[in-house]
């Protein structure tokens, strides 16, 4: 949805005039004659926020100085642009003092109503984005820092208000890069907890002996190479919130000590003989499917419907399309103001693009694509071409990549000293479609299959090329369900050396 731009000024010519050229900018646009309707349209919940305010100096009821005022008083920090007549320009200071972040004067031209409106916008989600980032930087993140227009995603956050209230087990649920750590600390910061640590675990990250131990701590000289005593995470976050990442992948036998926790609130570190009470919250998080693990028995039943008594859905990206602009702009004011650049927004093919590409790596995946072009961009706005990977997977957008030059006699002469690389063109990639990082069986096989046409079915050149004995090559063969060769012919000495030459 596009920004709503509110004109306070009883002089119907004068708002049909602003409210024609704010159109044209791009703005929705609402009207307000009087200070008390213009406070009362701040008031109101069920309809979207105003984006910014043009408040004419003079209203009938009141003016529009004590109308900022109250807007100030309660905490609301709407971009306000201040419009008065030339006879009253030396109340501008006094307005700007008391939070405008700029004023017109009528009869005020397009050019200069356009860059202020720009102007005011910016600063204004450029401090949105500092104060987002404090917060986050001293642990204190809030519900209102996630951008968020969409259905589900509201639905979410109430669920996670509600959370907050009580001391429930959380399971989050969502794919890779949908923002759950971030989720997990908004509910911890509003709760009872929030003066308290919030400790993050990523189960994934950690074999299995150690996790025992990271979670739970150990006596000394439980291990041979631990001297000191160890304190786990659970008792490290008493008295506040445990968030545990990716817990599918905790094994059977830390289930079963995680389901005595949630069940008692008592652990058990190793080496210790005896139980140690934590009165710590578990919020915990995945992105795989617990019920079928629990039907292939790789996830404790009983821990699951402890875990599922208050799940939280958060979407992929693709699913809330309307929050992808919001996250993209919230990126580029952050990342342009790290880098030092000048880039107030992006173009409407640009905007179309990200809105077209489905985002499987989500949040994370946005976030890095908007760093990258930001640091690319030479304009001041970001364009299609600063999103080469992108554009290159939407159909109808193409990226313009000059011609090479055509050579001359001199570089000609330059290339037979130049050595040449040979670069593979079908290198196996590392990362798969959703931006992570493939399986090992997966990219085997890739090699294996390259290797059968590479080397013509010629079983003993390729396991001595691949380092493996001929009998590990037909198991893997059979294992990655590989297509034997019908005949194997092997290269005579003379074929060999030439091939090697």
Known sequence: MRPIILIADDDPLQCQTLEAMVRRFGFETEITSSGEHTLARFSRVDV?????LI?????????????????????????????????????????????????IVKPVGAERLHVSIKNALFSHSLLMEFNRLNRRNHGTPTFKDFLSCSDNMVRAIKLGERAATSNIPVLIVGEPGVGKQHFAHAIHSASDRKSKAFITVNCATLADELMESVLFGHERNVFSNSIEKQIGKITEANG????????????????????????????????????????????????KNLIELVQRGQFRE?????????????????????????????????????????????????????????????????????????????????????????????????????PAPMPTPETIMR???????????????????????????????????FALKHYRGQMSEIARRLGIGRSTLYRKLKEYNLEEPETEIEPSKSSHDSLVA
């Open 240 to 287: 506040g919130t445990l968030f545990l990442d990716e817990i599918s992948a905790a094994s059977l036998e830390i289930q079963a000590k995680l389901l005595r926790f949630l069940q008692g609130g008592e652990i058990e570190p190793l080496g210790l003989n005896r139980s140690l009470r934590a009165d710590t919250r578990l919020i915990c998080a995945t992105g």
């Open 415 to 449: 290339r037979e000293f130049v050595q040449v690389e040979i670069r593979d063109p079908t290198a196996t990639s590392l990362l798969g479609s959703n931006g992570e990082i493939r399986k090992m069986n997966d990219i085997e096989a890739d090699i294996i299959r």
């Open 302 to 402: 009983d821990l699951f419907f402890r875990l599922n008594v208050y799940p939280i859905t958060i979407s992929p990206l693709r699913m809330r399309r309307q929050d992808i602009l919001k996250l993209a702009h919230s990126f580029l004011i952050r990342f342009a103001a790290e880098e030092g650049r000048k880039i107030h927004g992006l173009t409407t093919e640009a905007k179309a693009l990200l809105n077209s590409y489905d985002w499987p790596g989500n949040i994370r995946q946005l976030e890095n694509a908007l760093y990258r072009a930001v640091v690319l961009s030479e304009s001041e706005e970001l364009t299609v071409a600063e999103f080469p990977q992108i554009a290159a997977r939407v159909e109808g957008f193409d990226v313009y990549v000059p």
């Open 55 to 103: 408040l004419n100096l003079a209203l009938p009821d009141m003016d529009g100085m004590e109308v900022l005022r109250q807007l100030r008083n309660t905490s609301i920090l709407t971009p306000v642009i201040m419009q008065t007549t030339l006879t009253a320009i030396e109340t501008i200071p006094v307005s700007i003092r008391a939070g405008a972040q700029d004023f």
């Open 48 to 52: 979207p926020p105003i984006s910014l």
